[in-house]
């Protein structure tokens, strides 16, 4: 969609938004407000289903959605999918609350990144779906979340992105478990990152059974038949 003029005045620059699927647009704003979020587009019907768009205690903007239709039965990515979603904010443990108490998204796992600090993962309780860190002050912008398509390739979606007029901002890079990744912006300038999983590792094939060891012939002790007499002439 167009960037709405109002934004464009206040310099808001092209985004990609992340929509949140829930059962109850209305409720989960009011639910919100006293966890501390803000209301920037309050809650509005269109074709496709009810929506509403938020800003979290730390700054990142999100959206609240509800189809019209049937929701998806799958937290399972096909390429071309959003298949992650990373958090980049000011205080990640007090996001977390939030969004923990806010969508009951579950703690996954969580990696050391060193002077970086921690990564920390969150799903629905059936695999991780991204994760959050405390952006580094080099980080420009505000707090923000950044999605990931998934591709076949991400080097040959890095490869297209420069073709096409975007640029190429980190990667692509391996990550953890495999995967590989690169972090990229449009040609209009908004920000999204391209992810190819690790290929599935060869199945080993099964080792020849042993043939079973032939007994051994038997020596037949051949009897020699005693040399028959000659009679005397």
């Not at 205690?57 to 399972?76: C, H, I, M, V």
């Not at 904010?89 to 579950?106: M, S």
């Not at 449009?186 to 599935?200: K, L, N, T």
Request: glycine residues 10%; charged residues 25%.
């Amino acid at each position: 969609m167009r960037l709405p003029e109002e934004s464009r005045r206040l310099g808001a620059p092209p985004s990609w938004l992340m929509y949140v699927g829930v059962p109850d647009v209305d409720a989960t704003v009011r639910q919100a407000a006293p966890l501390g979020a803000r209301t920037l587009v309050p809650p509005q019907t269109i074709p496709v289903g009810r929506f509403a768009v938020l800003e979290d205690p730390q700054g990142a903007t999100f959206a609240l959605y509800k189809p019209s239709g049937e929701r998806p039965g799958s937290d399972k990515a096909a390429l071309g999918d959003f298949s992650w979603h990373e958090l980049a904010t000011t205080d990640y443990k007090a996001a977390w609350e939030f969004y923990r108490a806010l969508f009951g998204w579950q703690s996954t796992d969580a990696m050391d990144m060193g002077p970086v600090g921690m990564y920390w993962m969150f799903g629905r309780g059936s695999g991780s779906l991204g994760g959050m860190y405390n952006k580094p002050r080099e980080m420009p912008g505000p707090p923000h979340w950044l999605s990931y398509v998934l591709v076949p390739d991400a080097d040959e979606a890095a490869a297209t992105v420069t073709r096409l007029g975007g640029r190429v901002m980190r990667g692509p890079m391996d990550v953890p478990g495999g995967s590989r990744i690169a972090m990229c912006v449009d040609a209009q300038g908004a920000a999204f990152a391209v992810h190819s999983e690790a290929p599935a590792k060869p199945r080993a094939k099964p080792k020849p059974k042993k043939k079973a060891a032939r007994p051994k012939a038997r020596k037949q002790a051949a009897k020699r038949k005693p040399a028959s007499k000659q009679r005397r002439r």
